[in-house]
């Protein structure tokens, strides 16, 4: 609704800042006046209350302003350049990656993208650069300063003369941001503790056990191990403080509206550095309220709104990414709902999936990853997913006990199958992982592990048993295949595409070794690299072939994300399937997730398809004849199809 007082605010804020409305920054006037209400009513609706709410709004729509301005003529272009779901297409491929780890440095990473180019990846997501307390880093997510690139990296110089070659190459960058919690050394903590009341008002502060207690009452933990409970007392403030991940990282208290401001300022730091997607880390975590659980809240939504409506006025080509790994039904809630659906989060980890497809690979059945469907595909046109089968975290299996029993299993029984079978501890599980974050109280945990040693490649090469290496290699690709034409962005993890196996090397380091994930975060060897250049070596295998299948998503337009997914029905418990359509084509995808061969009937594609005579594979370049009802398409164990319909 049209609000006078609040129109005449802008233009006078516009004037003071030398905003020409109906020249070069006509763009970002209408996209102010577009998005102002909708801010405003949102602000108001968190802060409103606030003591300090109504007179903190205007540095709000000036840090809108200021962000605009201080957005280099190169950005703007590329703002312009991009269309806006232009995250949905099937030409992106995405690598995530530690860059100490992957390239030595900053400096060093323009020299690797020739490499990363041979692959087929255009898009880089690079874990946590900022600075961060040796020891208390938490990977890079207890963060101590927002702008300063932590020496161990390189500069932000670096950073921003390697963001100019990627986009000089048509490269895509994401960087992650940490909106819920800070290091307690980050200059604000710092103050806190230094009697700072200003500043202790960025954090949940408390004189005693009252709040804290009352807090943990409804409160989850989420490293019962290493780090138990949600407040740590801080002796220099004689106060107890909020810390639900770790004790050194303390928790933003965004009901405070200073603390918005000055991590929107954050944010727009980042996009001015030439960031194409941000990720927004644990975004369920970023408002806290008594007698909840503290997660996934409507305020944390509204927040992300917020911050979504900031960001398309000033850098409009940035998307945003929450990453809420939380069970299917939450996760949609990030893309928006109402009159905000796809107007939240551009992009979301499709993590339930991710799950589900080691629960297919563990057991052979597919039918609880076909149980979770009818949620995942409540994803609204216009944004998309990040898909994947391994990442920097842990593999949790954060779906619904009720997609297990749907598919006829146990769900106590089925999970700790799962456990046992990826800890390598199951009788005759060829899988070498470990378990993570275990929960004495509950026995939940969560799986580390590299993709190939996870398939089984670590102990096939131990024992020398090249055919459980060829078996353990079609595993890797079987998985790669499923996530690279799912829908969505697919997203690498460095060292899978030549099969890394566990890294062990992270229990000499004292600053990781409580933390086993770091075994699936490998030190990369570039003579290993160049193995890939050997034909018939474990690497040139795994190599040869995602390049054959990054190569083929981008020349498949159906792959695009258009909510154009539509599964098939189980005529087979091995074996999952889906179809991809667009104008001009057609593709059926198919993975057999049982080491014998799988029957699936011809009517399983008419049933999708009337009048479907012929099939061509795009990856072993085979036609195929539709066959009658009563005969069968036979899949290879652990065998996929990528089968397009030719039109006779």
């Not at 408390?206 to 002796?235: C, Q, V």
Request: proline share 4%; charged share 20%.
């Amino acid at each position: 609704m049209y609000n006078p007082l609040l129109h005449k605010q802008l233009n006078e804020l516009l004037d003071k800042s030398s905003i020409a409305i109906a020249s070069n920054d006509r763009g970002f006037y209408t996209r102010f006046i577009a998005n102002i209400y909708s801010i405003e009513a949102i602000y108001l609706q968190l802060y409103g209350n606030h003591k300090t709410g109504k007179e903190s709004f205007i540095p709000l729509l000036t840090t809108i302003i200021q962000a605009y301005k201080l957005r280099s003529e190169a950005l703007k272009k590329r703002d312009n350049s991009k269309t806006h779901d232009w995250f949905l297409s099937n030409e992106i491929v995405g690598m995530s990656l530690y860059v100490d780890r992957f390239a030595g440095s900053l400096q060093d990473m323009p020299s690797r993208l020739a490499y990363l180019e041979e692959l087929g990846v255009n898009f880089l997501h690079l874990m946590p650069l900022f600075q961060s307390p040796a020891n208390e880093s938490d990977g890079g997510y207890a963060v101590s300063n927002f702008r300063v690139i932590d020496a161990k990296f390189g500069t932000i110089e670096q950073l921003q003369n390697l963001q100019k070659t990627l986009q000089e190459k048509g490269m895509y960058l994401m960087l992650d941001i940490v909106l819920n919690h800070t290091s307690q050394q980050h200059e604000w903590a710092m103050a806190a503790k230094a009697g700072d009341k200003h500043f202790q008002d960025f954090y949940y502060c408390y004189d005693d056990r009252n709040l804290p207690n009352a807090f943990e009452a409804t409160m989850p933990e989420i490293f019962p191990e290493s780090a138990p409970g949600s407040f740590t007392y801080n002796h220099e403030m004689q106060k107890w403080v909020m810390t639900v991940f770790h004790n050194y990282q303390w928790d933003l208290n965004f009901t405070n509206p200073a603390v918005l401001i000055a991590m929107l300022d954050t944010i727009y730091f980042y996009a001015n550095l030439g960031v194409d997607i941000l990720r927004i880390d644990a975004p369920a975590f970023i408002w806290k309220q008594l007698g909840t659980a503290c997660q996934n809240l409507p305020e944390a939504h509204q927040l992300l709104r917020l911050i979504k409506l900031c960001v398309e006025i000033a850098t409009p080509g940035m998307a945003l990414l929450g990453e809420a790994i939380v069970a299917p039904k939450e996760i949609m809630k990030y893309f928006g709902t109402g009159a905000f659906t796809a107007k939240e989060c551009d992009v979301a980890y499709n993590a339930t999936h991710m799950a589900l497809q080691w629960d297919a690979l563990a057991t052979g059945n597919v039918m609880v990853m076909l149980a979770a469907q009818q949620d995942i595909l409540q994803k609204p046109l216009g944004t998309t997913w990040i898909t994947y089968t391994r990442c920097h975290d842990d593999i949790g299996l954060g779906y619904e006990d009720s997609m297990i029993s749907n598919a006829g299993f146990n769900a106590y029984e089925h999970r700790m199958f799962l456990k046992e079978y990826y800890a390598g501890t199951y009788p005759n599980s060829p899988a070498t992982g470990a378990l993570f974050g275990v929960n004495p109280k509950t026995q939940d945990a969560r799986i580390s592990g590299t993709l190939a040693s996870l398939c089984g490649l670590e102990k096939a090469l131990l024992k020398n048993d090249s055919l459980a290496t060829q078996l353990a290699i079609k595993k890797v690709l079987l998985m790669q295949a499923h996530s690279i034409f799912l829908g969505g962005i697919p997203m690498l993890f460095y060292g899978d595409e030549v099969g890394y196996t566990n890294d062990y090397s992270y229990l000499q380091d004292g600053g990781k070794s409580y933390d086993n994930r770091w075994m699936h975060r490998p030190i990369i060897d570039w003579d290993k690299q160049a193995k890939r250049l050997v034909a018939g070596s474990v690497e040139q295998q795994v190599f040869t072939a995602t390049k054959q299948l990054l190569t083929l998503r981008k020349a498949l337009p159906a792959i695009a994300d258009k909510k154009n997914i539509e599964w098939l029905h189980p005529h087979n418990i091995h074996v999952a399937g889906y179809k991809r359509s667009s104008e001009s084509q057609t593709i059926f995808c198919l993975y057999n997730f049982n080491g014998s061969p799988a029957f699936l009937t011809w009517y399983a594609f008419k049933e999708k398809y009337a009048g479907v005579t012929t099939l061509f594979d795009h990856y072993s370049k085979t036609n195929y004849t539709v066959g009658r009802d009563d005969e069968f398409f036979i899949l290879d164990g652990y065998g996929f199809y990528i089968l397009e319909v030719l039109i006779n």
